[in-house]
T-cell receptor, first 116, second 115 residues
Framework: EPEVTQTPSHQVTQMGQEVILRCVPI?????FYWYRQILGQKVEFLVS????????KSEIFDDQFSVERPDGSNFTLKIRSTKLEDSAMYFC??????????????FGPGTRLTVL | AQKVTQAQTEISVVEKEDVTLDCVYE???????LFWYKQPPSGELVFLIR??????QNEISGRYSWNFQKSTSSFNFTITASQVVDSAVYFC????????????FGRGTSLIVHP
């Protein structure tokens, strides 16, 4: 069964460093998303991406964040200058058709980001 | 604005007990979608079910069943004859067709099933 994959599973970085989290969505899916989950809290939407551009973003997704689809398979989330409060689990998701509401989002296993 | 409330923070049961996880939602849209996801201790989010607002039929999948009641804005999830492997955090989520479609998640209910 096709699945969303994410690398790395765990990333440790120093405050102020740039990190890139990688995702490979399900191959025939057209919509891609990033979410984060601070430890013990609920899952929060960051950004959605369709047709090589951002379609929605939340207040959390400020200028420190960017997303990119550098090739036909990868979807990346970059945090330019990490802060302690960026420590969280980051989930990538993809859906086949419409913007997640009319079609199910399938989530990757997550990348745990620890900022020291 | 859409909102999802999972009032039960943690539930602890003994194996083979039935358990119901509550989910209450708020929306102004007439067309919306409700989801349940499971997050086992390993951390991934596993899709369990999607239900649209026009389909109030209850659904059963093995030991899992869902009770959708628009009159009370609830979408509750029941696990029958719980097993240790059911131990996880369960999230209910809502997305609105008239809005951005982006799901809003509840805070999750941690289910602990003891042997």
């Amino acid at each position: 069964e096709p699945e969303v994959t994410q690398t790395p599973s765990h990333q440790v970085t120093q405050m102020g460093q740039e990190v890139i989290l990688r995702c490979v969505p399900i191959s025939n899916h057209l919509y891609f998303y990033w979410y984060r989950q601070i430890l013990g809290q609920k899952v929060e939407f960051l950004v959605s991406f369709y047709n090589n551009e951002i379609s929605e973003k939340s207040e959390i997704f400020d200028d420190q964040f960017s997303v990119e689809r550098p090739d036909g398979s990868n979807f990346t989330l970059k945090i330019r200058s990490t802060k302690l409060e960026d420590s969280a689990m980051y989930f990538c998701a993809s859906s086949e058709f419409q913007r997640g509401g009319t079609d199910t989002q399938y989530f990757g296993p997550g990348t745990r980001l620890t900022v020291l | 604005a859409q909102k999802v409330t999972q009032a039960q923070t943690e539930i602890s049961v003994v194996e083979k007990e039935d358990v119901t996880l509550d989910c209450v939602y708020e929306t102004r849209d007439t067309t919306y979608y409700l989801f349940w996801y499971k997050q086992p201790p390993s951390g991934e989010l596993v899709f369990l079910i999607r239900r649209n607002s026009f389909d109030e039929q209850n659904e059963i999948s093995g030991r899992y069943s869902w009770n959708f009641q628009k009159s009370t804005s609830s979408f509750n999830f029941t696990i029958t004859a719980s097993q240790v492997v059911d131990s996880a955090v369960y999230f209910c989520a809502l997305s609105e067709a008239g809005g951005s479609y982006i799901p809003t998640f509840g805070r999750g209910t941690s289910l602990i099933v003891h042997p």
